[in-house]
């Protein structure tokens, strides 16, 4: 079933997100975890897609078909555009195609490589592609695929206006987009606000919530710089609280997000996209916070 289609009001959709291995390490390195997540039994696994359009096309076909075939589990490939042109995108549809994905979540992507996975852009050169609803068009002249993108709820990182941000998600919802995924936030009043505002502006696609449990100290600095979340001050009370017990800090992160999650549900939230890290412990403790496993 395309994802589009586990959307329904009556049964949120939970999502995993998971990171193909580096080029160095060994790609089976992910399948010991994955199996752990697969047995939480999410409504769909995405993979992403190595930054700078650099990333092995490979790995993520390869992990992506390693979750549908073992596991049985609906997976969304990642694709990003930039730097590529349309002969390497239809390269890179054949290979999902041959491997029965047709679920993609299509993105223009990042130029640094970073362990985030939504690291920040920098200006773009010319490309066939300059932004993601180019993509999303090209993917959907080809007719076969479900197609998600992303979106954010402070507002991209490159753009300081929100409105004009929405005005160019309406772009990607009808460039042929069937379902959004949103960046990671840390407080759900501002998710809350972005929905209004969202529907407000036009956009009527099924949201996903992204949300990312905090690990450490250096994860958050990360991520702050890199995506531009903001903190809500429980949040900082919390990093400031466990600063020398990192171990506590963790256990508190993750509380915090089962906290958020169910928040979300509670408010009647599409669906909601865990960043798992590709730790299962984390999407385990998320999935027994909202009762879907015992
Ligand atoms: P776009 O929708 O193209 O937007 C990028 C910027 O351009 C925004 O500021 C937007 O306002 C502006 N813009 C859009 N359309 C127009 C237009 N027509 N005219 C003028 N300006 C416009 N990156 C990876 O490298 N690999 C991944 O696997 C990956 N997974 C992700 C998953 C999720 C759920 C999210 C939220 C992000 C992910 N990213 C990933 C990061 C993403 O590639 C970056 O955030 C990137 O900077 C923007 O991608 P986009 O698809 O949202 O771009």
Redesign the pocket.
């Known amino acids: 079933m395309p994802i589009k289609d586990l959307y329904q009001p009556s049964r949120p959709v939970i999502s995993f997100?998971i990171?193909p291995p580096k080029k160095d390490a060994a790609v089976e390195s992910i399948y010991a975890p994955l199996s752990q997540m697969a047995a939480l039994r999410p409504d769909f696994i995405?993979?992403?897609?190595?930054?700078?359009?650099s990333?092995s096309v490979n790995r993520?076909t390869q992990v992506a078909a390693h979750i549908r075939r073992q596991y049985g589990i609906t997976v969304l490939a990642?694709?990003?555009c930039?730097g590529a042109d349309h002969a390497k995108i239809l390269e890179t549809l054949r290979q999902l195609r041959a491997e029965d994905i047709h679920d993609i979540?299509?993105?223009?992507?990042?130029r640094e490589s970073s362990h985030c996975?939504?690291?920040?852009?920098r200006p773009l050169p010319a490309a066939h592609f300059?932004?993601?609803?180019?993509?999303i068009r090209d993917i959907r002249e080809q007719g076969d695929f479900c197609i998600?993108?992303?979106?954010?709820p402070e507002?991209?990182?490159?753009?300081d206006d929100l409105a004009?941000?929405i005005a160019?998600?309406r772009?990607?919802q009808e460039a042929g987009a069937d379902f959004l995924?949103?960046?990671?936030f840390y407080d759900n009043d501002i998710f809350y606000r972005f929905l209004d505002k969202a529907r407000r502006g036009g956009v009527t696609l099924p949201i996903?919530a992204?949300v990312m449990p905090i690990l450490g100290q250096a994860q958050i600095e990360r991520m702050i710089f890199l995506?531009g979340a903001s903190l809500p001050p429980v949040i900082v009370k919390i990093l400031h609280k466990y600063a020398d017990s990192p171990e506590d800090l963790r256990q508190a992160g993750i509380e915090y997000a089962a906290k958020q999650i169910n928040g979300l549900l509670e408010h009647g939230a599409d669906g909601v996209?865990i960043y798992t890290m590709n730790k299962p412990e984390i999407a385990e403790q998320c999935m027994k916070s909202i009762g879907r496993i015992e």
């Open positions: 997100e990171f995405s993979v992403t897609y190595g930054a700078g359009g990333g993520t990642h694709l990003t930039q979540l299509a993105l223009r992507g990042d996975p939504h690291p920040t852009s300059r932004y993601a609803e180019d993509l998600g993108a992303a979106c954010y507002g991209h990182i490159e753009c004009l941000d160019r998600l772009r990607k995924i949103t960046q990671l996903s992204g995506c996209h």
